[in-house]
């Protein structure tokens, strides 16, 4: 979308400042950038989408809106194609920070599935279930998971090189 504004040939959007402020020049000089940090990094963009959505942007919305159907196409297809039941469980910061899109998501669901979103990422359970193994209290775990691993989190996964 940034690319495509500044080529002249998109509509303009929220989202090109605001990725240009992140990036701290323009799109086009962080090109090089954007090749050498790779998916990744440009996954991480994400949240550029996200801002300018709850900022009032058009098209951010009509981006948002497309993968919430995508995604929801790509539900349904598993959902009809292998008998796990009628329950699908969402992982990921995604669902839980942005309940627009959620919403967006349910919106596109058209057969019968309950949608689940866990406050703790999959590797709570895995926790859970290797304290249960041997034997260790999970007492501990569940009181100080949620802020160690957001420390975690935050001191590996968000910093922008």
């Not at 942005?98 to 019968?112: G, R």
């Amino acid at each position: 979308t940034a690319f495509m504004e500044r080529d002249g040939v998109g509509e303009a959007s929220l989202i090109t400042p605001l990725a240009e402020k992140r990036l701290g020049c323009t799109v086009w000089e962080a090109v090089p950038e954007i090749y050498k940090q790779g998916n990744a990094f440009i996954a991480s963009f994400s949240r550029v989408a996200f801002d300018a959505y709850r900022q009032g942007d058009k098209v951010a919305e009509r981006i948002l809106r497309e993968h919430a159907g995508y995604l929801a196409k790509l539900i349904q297809v598993a959902a009809k194609k292998h008998d796990c039941g009628k329950t699908v469980v969402l992982s990921g910061s995604i669902f839980i920070h942005n309940p627009d899109f959620l919403e967006m998501l349910k919106e596109n669901i058209t057969i019968d599935l309950n949608i689940e979103v866990p406050l703790n990422p999959p590797v709570f359970g895995a926790c859970i279930l290797a304290c249960e193994v041997c034997g260790a209290s999970t007492e501990g775990l569940t009181r100080q998971f949620p802020a160690q691993y957001q420390a975690f989190l935050t001191d590996n996964f968000t910093k922008i090189k």
